[in-house]
C-alpha cells in the first residue's frame, strides 16, 4: 500500500505479460460491491490512435486548467507530468453501471452513489495487485467524460469513472509527484481522526 504510486513518466513501455494482467484483473474484479451488483467494466486500450486522440484531449484540457493558474502555481504546474498514456503499456477504462443488479440493488436505497464507490474499490483493487506484480498504474483525470464515451462508444448510461495508464515501470518513485514538484504536501493522519463527533 506505500509503495503505490500515481505514475506517469516511469513507464518503459515493456510488455504486460497476459497472466499477470489476468491476475490484476481478477483482483479488480474481487473488489466488494453494493447488493453484489459488481457495476464495473474493465476496457483494455492498446491501439495507438485511440491512445493518442485520448492524449491530445488530455493535453488540450491541461491547457485550459494551466490558463486558470497564475505566478508561483503556474511554474509549479508547468514541471508536472499530468500523464503516461503513450509511454506506459496499455490503458485500462473501467466503467460504472448505474443499472446492474436492476431496480431494487440491496444497500443502494439510501446511498444512491454506493455502486460509484464499489467503482472505485474495485480500481484500488487492481493499482495494488498491479504495485504488488510490480507494475505502474497512472490515472488521468484530464478528461471530460463525453469526450471518452465517444471516443470509446461506451453506451448511454455507461459512465467511465478512470483512464489507467498500466506497465512496467523503472522504478516507483519514493516521493510522490506532487510532494516531490512542492504541489502539496502529504497532512499527518492524526488531523484527520475524529473521536465519537467531528
Not at 485520448?54 to 514541471?79: I, P, W
Not at 485500462?92 to 472505485?120: E, F, K
Not at 471516443?151 to 510532494?179: F, K, Q, T, Y
Amino acid at each position: 500500500m506505500f509503495r503505490r504510486r500515481d505514475v506517469r513518466a516511469e513507464f518503459t513501455g515493456e510488455p504486460v505479460d497476459e497472466a499477470v494482467l489476468g491476475r490484476v484483473l481478477a483482483a479488480a474484479h474481487a473488489a466488494p460491491s453494493v447488493g453484489m451488483t459488481q457495476p464495473w467494466d474493465f476496457l483494455l486500450i492498446r491501439d495507438r490512435d485511440t491512445r493518442r486522440q485520448f492524449s491530445d484531449h488530455v493535453r488540450h484540457e491541461r491547457d485550459v486548467f494551466a490558463a486558470t493558474l497564475e505566478g508561483e502555481e503556474a511554474e509549479r504546474f508547468s514541471r508536472i507530468k499530468i500523464d503516461g498514456v503513450m509511454e506506459s503499456s496499455l490503458s485500462v477504462v473501467v466503467t460504472y453501471d448505474a443499472s446492474r443488479g436492476g431496480r431494487a440493488v440491496l444497500g443502494r436505497h439510501a446511498i444512491a452513489d454506493a455502486g460509484l464507490y464499489s467503482v472505485c474499490l474495485a480500481i484500488q483493487n487492481l493499482w495494488l495487485a498491479a504495485t504488488a506484480e510490480d507494475l505502474g498504474v497512472g490515472w488521468v483525470s484530464f478528461y471530460r467524460e463525453p469526450f471518452l464515451s465517444g471516443l470509446l462508444h461506451i453506451p448511454d448510461g455507461i459512465r467511465p469513472v478512470a483512464w489507467l495508464c498500466l506497465g512496467p515501470v523503472s522504478e516507483l518513485r519514493e516521493i510522490p509527484d506532487l510532494e516531490r514538484h512542492g504541489w502539496r504536501a502529504r497532512t499527518p493522519l492524526e488531523e484527520f481522526v475524529h473521536t465519537e463527533t467531528w
